[in-house]
């Protein structure tokens, strides 16, 4: 299975600031990477696939890139809604597998 | 829109199998893949496997052996059935549409295993 190694594991970041994780594949997954946000009891929502094609309705400030094996996800300015949980997810080899997860808290 | 919704038991007793059936409306099941996610309770989440509307599967090897999804497109639902669980298997359980990433999840149902 390819292990996918998302840091950090948490951060806090003022409004207006700007956000970054990262996300490690154990081998080459192209640019086959999804990104994710998770609020508290509900489903995830796709925010980016193929590491920075933004899905449809998706603001702007949310942004990926990266290919091969590292990758790196960016909310350029922290809005309030945009407090949740992170997480990274390839698609290249099956089985699929997704990072543990960043959480986003506003300091 | 399509819509999910995932539908259950939600307490399952150890050695027992653990149904769920996922209901799409808003569209059709014949025209995609749908797959089952699952989150254990303040974990990160796992992919389960997937189905194509013509029966087609592919499963995580880790659960391989106990599992089985199977589709009804005359009801447009499909369905998971995993065997002889245990407490590592109490988490959310989601359906959702698409093979490789998802853009339409259910709301989720957690399933508890306990005794």
């Known amino acids: 299975d390819i292990q996918m190694t998302q840091s950090p594991s948490s951060l806090s970041a003022s409004v207006g600031g700007r956000v970054t994780i990262t996300c490690q594949a154990s081998?080459?997954?192209?640019?086959?990477l999804n990104w994710y946000q998770q609020k508290p009891g509900k489903a995830p929502k796709l925010l980016i696939y193929?590491?920075?094609d933004l899905e449809t309705g998706v603001p702007s400030r949310f942004s990926g890139s990266g290919s091969g094996t590292d990758f790196t996800f960016t909310i350029s300015s922290l809005q309030p809604e945009d407090i949740a949980t992170y997480y990274c997810q390839q698609c290249d080899n099956l089985p699929l597998t997704f990072g543990g997860g960043t959480k986003v808290e506003i300091k | 829109q399509v819509q999910l919704q995932e539908s259950g038991p939600g307490l399952v007793k150890p050695s027992e199998n653990l149904s769920l059936t996922c209901t799409v409306s808003g569209g059709s099941i014949s025209t995609n893949y749908w797959s089952w996610i699952r989150q254990p309770p303040g974990k990160g989440l796992e992919w389960i496997g997937y189905?194509?509307?013509?029966?087609?599967?592919n499963y995580n090897p880790s659960l391989k052996s106990r599992l089985t999804i199977s589709v009804d497109t005359s009801k447009n639902q499909f369905s998971l059935k995993l065997n002889s669980v245990t407490a590592a298997d109490t988490a959310v359980y989601y359906c959702?549409?698409?093979?490789?990433?998802?853009?339409?999840w259910g709301q989720g149902t957690l399933v508890t295993v306990s005794p």
């Open positions: 193929d590491a920075s």
């Open positions: 959702a549409r698409g093979k490789y990433y998802y853009i339409s």
């Open positions: 189905i194509y509307y013509t029966g087609s599967t």
């Open positions: 081998q080459d997954i192209k640019n086959s």
